[in-house]
């Protein structure tokens, strides 16, 4: 669609049920306007990277190869949606630096991002990806 807002919209998915329900409705979103729609997710690269950023309620994904593993998964489901190009996309570092970058490389209108961790304790003490 030429006048659509959203020419890409990006989606952080960590393989958990919060996610995948941000997969389902930036698809929905992408199917409605004709968007292309990028799936995102952070991994660390190392043990000791994880265990630095290892908080309580959020999905650690260490290597690459189990991001590409989680991202298969949510292209499948975003396609089931109607979503009509979808891409998927792999950073190292903390899910927000992943995903921002995710962002600025695919030049996105929006960023979808799922509510995992930010109404339990530990999301209000150290923060979670939706606050961030």
């Known amino acids: 669609m030429a006048d659509s807002p959203y020419k890409t919209i990006v989606v952080g998915s960590d393989g958990s049920k919060s996610s995948l329900l941000a997969v389902e409705r930036a698809a929905k979103l992408a199917a409605a306007f004709g968007s292309t729609l990028v799936i995102g997710t952070a991994y660390y690269e190392n043990e000791d990277e994880a265990a630095k950023a290892l ?72 923060g979670s990806v939706p606050a961030d």
């Open 55 to 126: 908080r309580q309620d959020s999905v650690t994904i260490l290597g690459d190869q189990k991001a590409l593993e989680n991202l298969e998964g949510a292209a499948e489901h975003a396609r089931s949606f109607g979503a009509p190009d979808v891409q998927t996309a792999t950073r190292p570092g903390t899910p927000v630096e992943a995903l921002m970058a995710i962002v600025n490389d695919n030049n996105a209108d929006l960023l979808i991002v799922g509510n995992r961790g930010i109404n339990s304790l530990t999301g209000r003490l150290l």
